[in-house]
């Protein structure tokens, strides 16, 4: 995008630069008149954006390889040098825009940011800033013990990423030894990632006691602008699904484990294949799957088509798994540039297949709102957000013959995406209500920690025997990374993948109008409040059981053709 404010030669880490043109829009005399304001507004957007992505590239780079010191030392030179500036001069240009008095004029086009800016000036403290800081040199530091799990298999190191692949293979003995390798290695740091909660935990909890808030859960709920739903629609959601989903997926694991032949089913026999089928093989590097993702998505729609073809050709995804890469997968927006970027670690799995669809989704959303007039607007709520990586996971499946030519390996593969479906509520309940209890103890400990998770996982227990295997069972959260990263960002799965089997239906009965509709309701990026996102889109923003047992029906009845 062409820069009409920031000079193209700004040098991002020199902060009295970056302040410089803080103080630029804040000394600037706003004329009354919206167009003047607008302006005002685009110029602070326009930095703001170059910020942003001048930090995502940085982050993407140290995560690509959290043993690079250079690209950790840049990223948190940012975070600490400029991010505490950007905070500040946030505060006082939200009050300043706010004081004009053509704001009003604005509203039809701005409501919605205006809306957000009100609760962050309410939420707004200064002695927050080196808090925030401090908290993302403490997540760098998370990521940097779990960029460097490995173990050594067959006389070569391996991620565990990598080693996942083994927990699909048909013999019951190498899965086990794969599961405790990868189980053991985990646990070998398990006393240091309680440490890393803890910091975070405490940094949370202060921040938000200086903005005002006693309970941890208030403060998030309000700064992540849940304006639609509250703690206790989330609590009632956890009883959907222990009363709805839960049952089902007792059925799928007593199926499981009655075709493996065996007594109990162990957590090393969740992943492999019940007819002992050897895994599938759908591709080998992650060239092949990025061609063979293109393939599908060119049979989807013209526009699916063209932009992923422009994440090809720009090297915007970085697909494979190697030692010193963070775990994990994400999609991350280089504000600037209007582009999105997708990283991954791919091993081989079909899983793979479907983060890569997954990532596409939210990369595509990316490209659908490019235009939004602000950067605001191009920040997503992570319950519509992840409709548009949902929905994409089930679109693409129609296609899965670029994988697997073989319509029997295709429908395995798709069974075994709608069977994560139903296990993706539970985990989703567990998680959350997880949360919702710690938050609610601030002081508690350690071994509070381990407590609370065992009973929220005897809540939630399908059937999946642990016995002897004590320590995996109490530290199995810490393989959540938003636990660590990102607090409170899991139930968005759950009300989105709602969502997405809506988007779904509606691409069933009929293609073009389903992705149309979705499409639309992306590019409004978040110009609209949720319920208005999820009826563009042709669905209905709700997670009561009303809306949730019709769906799961429909998704078990799909299950049973299998």
Not at 272 to 286: E, H, N, S, V, Y
């Amino acid at each position: 995008m062409n820069r009409h404010f920031v000079p193209e030669d700004l040098n991002p880490d020199c902060v009295e630069s970056i302040e410089a043109l803080y103080k630029n829009l804040l000394n600037f005399e706003i004329p009354p008149h919206a167009a003047d304001l607008r302006e005002w507004i685009l110029r602070w957007s326009e930095l703001e954006s170059v910020l942003a992505e001048v930090s995502s590239r940085r982050y993407a780079a140290m995560t690509c390889n959290t043993a690079d010191e250079t690209a950790a030392s840049s990223y948190a030179g940012f975070i600490e040098n400029a991010e505490p500036v950007m905070n500040r001069y946030g505060d006082l240009l939200r009050k300043k825009m706010m004081q004009s008095p053509a704001l009003s004029a604005l509203e039809p086009e701005f409501g919605m940011w205006f809306r957000n800016v009100r609760v962050a000036l309410e939420l707004f403290n200064a002695e927050n800033i080196p808090l925030e800081t401090k908290l993302n040199q403490e997540i760098q530091a998370y990521q940097k013990i779990t960029g460097a799990m490995s173990v050594i298999h067959e006389g070569k190191t391996k991620t565990l990423q990598q080693m996942a692949v083994y927990l699909e293979s048909s013999d019951r003995h190498v899965r086990e030894n794969t599961w405790r390798a990868i189980t053991e290695r985990r646990l070998q740091d398990k006393e240091q990632l309680d440490a890393a909660f803890d910091k975070l935990f405490s940094l949370r909890i202060q921040i938000a006691k200086n903005s005002g808030y006693s309970h941890y859960l208030d403060y998030i709920f309000k700064a992540k602008g849940r304006f639609d739903y509250t703690p206790e629609d989330c609590r009632r959601f956890h009883e959907s699904i222990e009363k709805l989903i839960l049952p089902l997926q007792k059925e799928l694991y007593e199926k499981r484990r009655k075709k493996l032949g065996i007594v109990s089913l162990r957590p090393w026999d969740l992943s492999c294949d019940i007819l002992d089928r050897a895994p599938l093989k759908p591709f080998q590097t992650g060239q092949e799957l990025i061609e063979k993702c293109g393939a599908i998505f060119d049979k989807i729609h013209p526009q699916t088509s063209a932009w992923f073809r422009r994440l090809k050709e720009e090297n915007l995804i970085d697909p494979e798994s190697r030692l010193g890469k963070a775990p994990g997968g994400y999609q991350i927006g280089f504000d600037e540039s209007r582009v999105p970027f997708i990283f991954m670690n791919a091993a081989g799995t079909d899983q793979d297949i479907y983060t890569l669809l997954h990532e596409s989704g939210h990369a595509f959303h990316q490209f659908a709102m490019a235009n939004q007039p602000i950067i605001a607007y191009r920040d997503i709520p992570s319950e519509f957000a992840e409709v548009a990586s949902m929905s994409m996971e089930l679109i693409g499946a129609s296609q899965l013959n670029a994988f697997y030519p073989e319509k029997e390996e295709a429908a395995r593969s798709f069974e075994h995406e709608l069977e994560g479906i139903i296990h993706l509520f539970p985990w989703v309940a567990s998680i959350d209500s997880f949360q919702h209890e710690l938050y609610s103890r601030p002081n508690h400990t350690a071994q509070d920690r381990k407590e609370i998770w065992g009973s929220v996982t005897d809540r939630f227990d399908a059937g999946i025997d642990y016995s002897g295997l004590k320590d995996a069972r109490a530290y199995l959260w810490q393989k959540q990374l938003h636990l660590f990263e990102v607090p409170f960002y899991y139930i968005e799965y759950g009300i989105a993948q709602l969502g997405a089997l809506q988007v779904w239906q509606n691409f069933r009965k009929n293609p073009e109008k389903a992705l149309r509709e979705l499409f639309a309701a992306e590019s409004l990026g978040s110009s609209r409040a949720l319920p208005e996102l999820f009826s563009t889109a042709g669905a209905h923003f709700d997670f009561s059981p009303k809306t949730i047992e019709p769906l799961v029906t429909e998704l078990w009845d799909e299950l049973s053709k299998y």
